[in-house]
Structure formats: C-alpha cells, structure tokens
C-alpha cells in the first residue's frame, strides 16, 4: 500500500438482512479510532453510478440473487485488491438459499400480488460461485471481534485469528459443560465452524450451525447420534437446513434425509 | 501403612478456611449447568452433597444418592488443568511508542490455588504435566508459577464412574503420592467423615490446626474397604497387554479408517483430557497497528491448522488424526516422557459427543490381533 495514501474500504450490500453490517457498525469504537487513517465507503445494494476508483479492502455482505447483482459483484472485483466476504449470506448463499430446495417461481406467486414484477434468479449463491474471494469471514450474523481482527489483519498483512475447527472447542476454553452430553440436547456445535464463542451453548441451547461447516466435518456421524437423541428423518433434514443451508456438507446432509424421509 | 487422622465435616469446613485464611483460592467440586464442576468453594454447603454423577460414553447426568457423601462421584467434564495450565494466556504485549517498540511480558499469576478434592488419576494427570511443562529443559513460567505453590486435598474415590478405568491403568484409586493431605470418605457413628492421610509437611502442619483425633485400626480397615470396593467397581478396562507395542504393530490398522467413520474431529476428547497439553498461539493488533500481543490457547492434534507446515496440514484425514492422538496417549508418550499419556480418568469416553471409547478402540484392535493368532494357531 502507498504510505502516503489512506486505504480505502468499501462495503457492499448483495442480498442479505443488514445484520452483517450492523456489526460493522457496531464496531464504531474500534473504527472510530482508525477513522482518519482510513476511507470507508459504504455501497448499498441500489447503487449504481458514482463509484470510482480501487478499493484496498473490499467488504462484501450478502448473496448474489439477481442478474444484475451477478453482473455487480464483477466490477466491485475488479475494483477491489482483497475482496472479503462478510457473513453467511455472501459465503454460503444465507437463509435465502432455501429457494434452492424449491420453485422459486411459486414462492413468488405465494408472495406477491403481482408475481411477473420480480426479477429474480433460480437460486441464492455463494459470493465465491462468482468470482474470486480473498477470505470469507463466517456467521450470521459475523462475529464483531472476528470483524475487527480480519480488518486488522489485512492492514496488517498478517493472518486473521479465525480458525476452522469446531464450535465444541469454543466450547472448552469458556469451560461450558457440554449441552448435548449433559442434557441430550442436540447441538451442531462439533460440525460447525468456530467463531461466535459458543453462543448458545453458553445458554444451555444447542448450537444452530450460524458458522458453516467446520474444516473436515463429519455430519453424517452426528445424525447418527441425534437420531438417537429423538430426531427423526423429517428432523434432521431441517436442521441442517438453515442460515447455512447451501454450504455443501450441510445441503448433502439435509438432502440425504430429505430423500430418505420422502421414501418413507 | 502410617498413622491416621479422622476428622468430621467440621473438620472439613475448618481445613477450608484455613487455607483461605492462609491465602488460598480454594477451588473444589460444585454443581453448575448440569455436571460437577471445579469452581470457588467457600464452604461445606457448596460441595455436591448427596450428589452423584452416572456416566457412559457420550452420556453424563447428574444423579441423586440416597446418602448426603460429599464426595460421592467420580471425574467431571473439567480438570485441574484449567486452572494449572490456562485454556487461554496473553504472553506479551508490544506498544509502539514514538521510533520503540516496548515489548512487556505477561508477569507470571501470584494466586496461590488450593485444590479440594483431586482423584487418584487427576494427581497422576497432573505429575504428568509436570513432566512435560516444568520437568525438562523448557520450563513454563505460568505453569510453574500456580503449581509450585499449590495446596492439594486428595480424595480416594468411593464411587467409580461409568466410564472411570484407573485400576488397569495403574493410576487409582486410591491417592498414592502428590497430595498434601488425601481424604477418604467414611460413615461413622452420628454423621459423615473422613479419613486423613498426610503426604507433605505442609499438610502435617495444617492438619495440626484442624479438630481431629487418631483413627483406630477399624477405621483404617474400613477406608481400606472404601476404596478396594471402588476398584472393584470400574466401568472400564484397558485390556492388560503391552499397548505400546500393540498399536505400534498396528499403524496401519483398518479400524483406524472404522472410527473415522464416527470420529468427528471436534477435538473435546483432547480438551477434557487432563493430560493434553498442547497449544498454539495467536498474534493480534489493533486497527491503527500501535498495539499488538500474542495469546496462547489449548489447541489440539484433531484440528488442521495444528499439523500444518508449509504447503498443508499433515494429517489431513480424520483416520491419520485420531490415531495421532491415540498413539500418542498410549505409546508414544512412554518413548517421549516414559509413561502412558492416559491414566484412565475417563474424560474423553463420557465428554465425545459420539461416545468413542478409547478402551472399546484398543480392544478392537488387540481382539483382531488374538482373532488372527487364533486362526494361525488352527492352520
Ligand atoms: S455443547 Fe455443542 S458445541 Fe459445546 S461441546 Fe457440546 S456438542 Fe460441542
Ligand atoms: S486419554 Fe481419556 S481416559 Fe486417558 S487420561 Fe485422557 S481423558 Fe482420561
Ligand atoms: S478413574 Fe479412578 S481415580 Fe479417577 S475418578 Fe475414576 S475411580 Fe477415581
Ligand atoms: S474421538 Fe470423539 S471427542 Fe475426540 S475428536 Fe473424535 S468425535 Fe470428537
């Protein structure tokens, strides 16, 4: 980077609830603190015009669901030297992937009185099924602490403290006793991608999997454990089915009970 | 067998506060969220009283005894590793300051810790760690710090766990050595007591403060019968070979493929392990770059990024990680520090949330051994 020159930030909005960047904002403190050291610029969805220049960092929160969103996200590319996705919307498609598993047209026509003014693709996807992503920071929504190191991280140009093993290791270090050995509840947490601290197991709930599949998980092991804790096929094809329902290991997994409940 | 002391729960209660008198975070066992956890404990009313803890793979539940034992459980999810060896420590911090950088080490903890309760197998766990965190040429100052002056409090077990298998492992239960003074548990005429064996001059010195009395030779019998009841009772067993050489002939082992079908790799067997002691550790800045420090946290060989070394992680399938640490427990460690990593506390069998048992793992592999030798025998 040019000493001289500030870096400059850009947030871009694709199609996602705004959670991700009000963590972002959320981090006020921490950027208030960098405020004159660095430029950022905040792109909401409907932007179109008016942007100019290369970013140094690139923020991107949300999933490509429209045509011209899928034209978009190629120019914000090439005008961006590291490009970051924030959040599980812009990483693995978020909850309005589920249109995946269905006709998007007779969602549309459940929904809207007039059903041929939306102009929408079949399917939700991943930032990274577009062009190529940098680093994709996990969960929905991202964590603020994770946000901040990333961010400082690549101004610092050394590695981002987010580490793929398991919600359970979270878990440990807190000293959580374990929800699901402890109170058979089912918990997502040893397939799922650290990140949040062990949110909701700190309150006694099982994890619902807001991070992602973790590196190298097995889920179909831990359906075997969970069907053995009570849930049934119909079960275990919804709880793989959620924020992070298009992440490969969690569509195959859900999928594969899908079919098997639909046999039945 | 040397002499004896008994003394009531009062005495209990008053050895509390003499530790905290002496300036002592007493630390024991405590009801939270569901399990017997080591936390505080300020008096007798805090200890799981009447309490028991029934364990099986992948199960733990809290269970009432139909008796007020204040000890009547074996091992929880935690162990003194957390508070000896922190799941979490900053280990330096930098400052930028005009042209300086200012770099300042974390100051070892003063706390003195005093442990009430510790089993057979977690006295032996925390020799181990001795071994390998302050034992060789490389001393860890924190560990050092908070173990040195560590008060210990034994107790020898009155009730096994489901998952518990010291007496094959040589490690329990009843407390042999490391303690400052180690209790065994006894009915006696008009309420509960205990048995009180001094291990260390400190104990002696601090028994003295404490309203006891010599125990008879029936007493003695009677903690005698306490314990060999327990190790009559174990839910598990290694089976009793050479399992160094055994897994050592076996690396390549098709069950190693068979239990990561299960194995999940979320690493709970290595952090509830009072043994594991790995780590790994991270570097943080702030955002305008003035300030950074670098934090170490327990790690395990079940994550990627643990084995990775330029150009990928070394154990990229569960199978090679699984039996990495396994190996390492059961065999290797004796090569690397001259015991068994594992002294049978049975953590990693009740705490993985898909119930793998290391015992059931060994056996599988020792039985097919036996299997084949049986038919070569025949042919
Ligand atoms: S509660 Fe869930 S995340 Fe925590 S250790 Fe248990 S299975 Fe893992
Ligand atoms: S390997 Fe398992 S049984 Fe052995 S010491 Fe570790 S947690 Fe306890
Ligand atoms: S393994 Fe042995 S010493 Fe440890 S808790 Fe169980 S019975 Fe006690
Ligand atoms: S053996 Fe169990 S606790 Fe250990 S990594 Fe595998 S699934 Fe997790």
């Given amino acids: ?264 | 067998m040397s002499e004896r002391s008994i003394f009531r729960e009062e005495g209990l209660q008053a050895l509390i506060e003499a530790l905290s008198r002496r300036g002592f975070r007493v630390i024991g066992p405590t009801i939270g969220d569901g399990a017997i956890i080591y936390d505080d404990v300020e008096a007798l009313g805090d200890l799981p009283r009447g309490y028991t803890d029934e364990q099986e793979a992948g199960r733990y539940r809290l269970a009432r005894r139909d008796d007020a034992a204040l000890f009547g459980y074996a091992v929880g999810p935690q162990s003194w590793k957390r508070f000896l060896h922190q799941p979490l420590l900053r280990l330096w911090r930098a400052e930028r300051k005009g042209q300086d950088v200012i770099v300042e080490a974390e100051p070892p903890a003063t706390e003195k810790l005093a442990f009430l309760g510790v089993r057979a197998c977690e006295l032996h766990a925390i020799e181990i760690q001795d071994r390998v965190l302050i034992g060789g040429d490389y001393v860890d100052p924190h560990y050092e710090s908070k173990r040195e002056g560590a008060f210990i409090v034994a107790v020898n077990c009155g009730t096994a766990g489901g998952t518990c298998f010291c007496v094959s492992m040589n490690t329990g239960p009843r407390a042999t050595r490391g303690f400052d003074l180690a209790l065994t548990e006894l009915t006696l005429e008009g309420g509960n007591g205990f048995l009180v064996e001094v291990g260390s001059p400190a104990g002696a010195e601090l028994l003295a403060e404490l309203p006891s009395r010599p125990a008879s030779r029936e007493e003695m019998d009677d903690g005698d019968a306490v314990v060999a009841r327990t190790a009559a009772s174990m839910g598990r067993a290694m089976p009793a070979e050479d399992i160094h050489a055994l897994l050592m002939r076996n690396l390549d082992h098709e069950r190693w493929d068979e239990v990561a079908q299960r194995c999940l790799s979320c690493a709970n067997c290595t952090m509830v392990c009072p043994t594991c002691f790995c780590t790994s550790v991270e570097d943080h800045n702030d955002l305008s770059g003035a300030e950074s420090s670098r934090t170490r946290r327990w790690d395990s060989c079940f994550t990627m990024d643990y084995s990775y070394i330029h150009g990928g992680s070394v154990r990229p399938g569960v199978a090679s990680r699984y039996r990495q640490w396994m190996t390492h427990k059961l065999s290797t460690w004796f090569d690397q520090f001259g015991t068994s990593g594992c002294v049978g506390c049975g953590r990693c069998i009740t705490w993985c949330p898909v119930g793998i048992d290391i015992t059931e793992e060994t056996r599988a592999i020792s039985d097919s051994e036996k299997l084949l030798g049986a038919a070569d025998g025949k042919s």
């Fill in chain 1, 1 to 264: 980077m040019d000493a001289t020159k500030k870096p400059r930030l850009g947030v871009w909005k694709f199609a996602s609830c705004d959670g991700c960047q009000l963590s972002l904002l959320d981090c006020e403190d921490e950027l208030l603190a960098i405020a004159g050291a660095i430029d950022i610029a905040y792109f909401p969805e409907a932007t179109r015009g008016e942007i100019s220049g290369v970013y140094d960092l690139s923020l991107v929160e949300g999933s490509v669901t429209t045509a011209h969103d899928a034209e978009r996200i190629l120019d914000v590319r090439k005008r961006s030297k590291k490009l970051v996705t924030i959040g599980a919307c812009a990483t693995a498609g978020g909850i309005q992937a589920l249109r995946n598993f269905a006709d998007v047209r007779e969602y549309a026509a459940i929904v809207y009185a007039h059903p041929e003014y939306i102009h929408t693709l079949a399917a939700s996807t991943a930032i990274a099924e577009h062009v190529p992503v940098d680093f994709e920071l996990r969960g929905c929504p991202i964590n603020k602490g994770q946000l901040v190191d990333v961010v400082a991280a690549f101004l610092a140009g050394r590695r981002p403290n987010t580490p793929a093993h398991s919600v359970c290791i979270e878990c440990k270090l807190k000293g959580n006793v374990c929800v699901m050995v402890a109170r058979a509840t089912p918990c997502l947490g040893p397939v799922t991608h650290a990140g949040c601290g062990a949110l909701c197991p700190s309150y006694d709930r099982g994890c619902y999997g807001c991070f992602g599949p973790k590196e190298t998980p097995n889920a179909p092991s831990l359906s075997v454990w969970l069907a053995g804790l009570g849930m049934d096929e119909k079960a275990l094809e919804r709880v793989y089915r959620s924020f992070n329902a298009n992440a490969e290991p969690f569509r195959n997994e859900s999928e594969r009970h899908g079919a098997q409940d639909h046999k039945g």
